[in-house]
């Protein structure tokens, strides 16, 4: 009786060590390879959320795709979902990769305020979180990647103010047109060139925000304040490329196209073909393969459980003004991109030649330019 008891015992331990191995098998939704999953042998897992697909054309045509094959080169499995500027879509999402087993979440948020939310549920379940190019405040994130913000808002005026001198104009009324005013990003973008165009000598006759970075209500927006303007500014700080075309719209429709210099930033095919054909001044380059290389790098330490490679990447820190912290950070630099070195950035591999050069009006303009 009692070696039949014994052998029951044994089966059933056999099969108890069989589910469990059989449950590590099971994939992400995002269809990467499984990977190695640290000491716990639970496998890598890393889900990403982005912000939208309108307020950059960066999120979707590169930032997906870089991501999506550092994680697949690394044999990570993966989930990157889009949350289309819906802030209760973005929760959910989170709240869907959690309980999916990711064991890093990698979020751009939409607000601090929701984004917030979100850390501390992913927190409370032992998932470590990167902020993404975004910051989120008081939201006490693991890690954050993203460019020097006030480095990127300084080419940005600086950039300006070249291109105003050039125009003969050394003092004058510029206009701002900033970012989200819920996006931390915006605020050291403006930070940057605000500064820069004020030491330079020139005057802020106009400064206003654009919710969620919409270039819809950026035209409004800049088309009130170019009217009560009476169209008076030497230039137009305009926070990204999608600003930026926003603005070149206006001062098409009243002549000034070409005359009053603008900006951007994230050099957009749109925004680099008006740098081209000098209805830009200049846009910032953020080499967005060297973020997400370095976003991917920390999400695949930290999901294999090697914390100190992790923090052997991280080896800056930006300060978070709310919560009174120092985040761990990987900080890039980015680049100031006019007509003479627009070919940096096709060499970079971010757009080709091709996809700039479509008119005859801009192929004139590449060839003049060396773009090829």
Not at 198 to 222: E, L, M
Request: aromatic share 6%; charged share 20%; proline share 3%.
């Amino acid at each position: 009786m009692l070696q039949r008891i014994l052998a029951l015992l044994t089966v059933l331990a056999l099969a108890g060590t069989v589910a469990a191995c059989g449950g590590n098998d099971e994939s992400s939704s995002g269809g990467g390879s499984s990977g190695g999953g640290g000491d716990s042998g639970t496998k890598a897992k890393v889900g990403v959320i982005l912000p939208d697909a309108q307020s950059s054309p960066r999120w979707e045509n590169a930032d997906r795709k870089y991501l999506g094959e550092a994680f697949k080169a690394a044999g990570v499995d993966y989930e990157i979902q889009n949350a289309n500027n819906d802030k209760a879509k973005f929760a959910t999402i989170a709240d869907q990769m959690i309980n999916s087993g990711v064991n890093v979440l990698m979020i751009v948020n939409l607000d601090s305020p929701s984004a917030a939310t979100v850390i501390k549920k992913a927190h409370d379940q032992g998932v470590p979180v990167i902020d993404y190019d975004r910051l989120t405040l008081n939201g006490g994130a693991d890690y954050y990647v993203s460019f020097d913000n006030v480095e990127v808002g300084s080419k940005i005026g600086e950039g300006l103010v070249k291109c105003m001198q050039g125009n003969g104009d050394k003092s004058g009324p510029v206009a701002l047109l900033n970012g989200s005013p819920d996006d931390n990003n915006a605020t050291l973008f403006k930070q940057g060139y605000e500064k820069a165009i004020k030491d330079a000598g020139y005057s802020i006759a106009a400064d206003q925000a654009v919710p969620q970075w919409d270039p819809t209500r950026a035209g409004t927006i800049f088309e009130q304040m170019y009217t009560k303007a009476n169209g008076d500014f030497v230039g137009v700080a305009a926070a990204n490329d999608s600003l930026g075309g926003a603005v070149d719209a206006v001062l098409k429709r009243n002549g000034d196209a070409g005359k009053i210099p603008t900006t951007g930033q994230d050099a957009s095919t749109e925004g680099l073909q008006r740098v081209l054909t000098g209805d830009q001044c200049v846009t910032v380059y953020k080499a967005v393969k060297k973020e997400a290389d370095a976003a991917s790098k920390l999400a695949i330490d930290m999901a294999k459980g090697d914390k100190a490679a992790a923090d052997a990447l991280a080896t800056g820190s930006v300060h978070d003004p709310e919560s009174g912290k120092d985040v761990k950070s990987v900080l890039l630099h980015p680049l100031a991109v006019y007509a003479d070195n627009v070919q940096a950035v096709v060499d970079d591999g971010y757009v080709s030649a091709s996809d700039l050069c479509t008119t005859s009006a801009l192929k004139k303009a590449c060839q003049e330019h060396g773009v090829s």
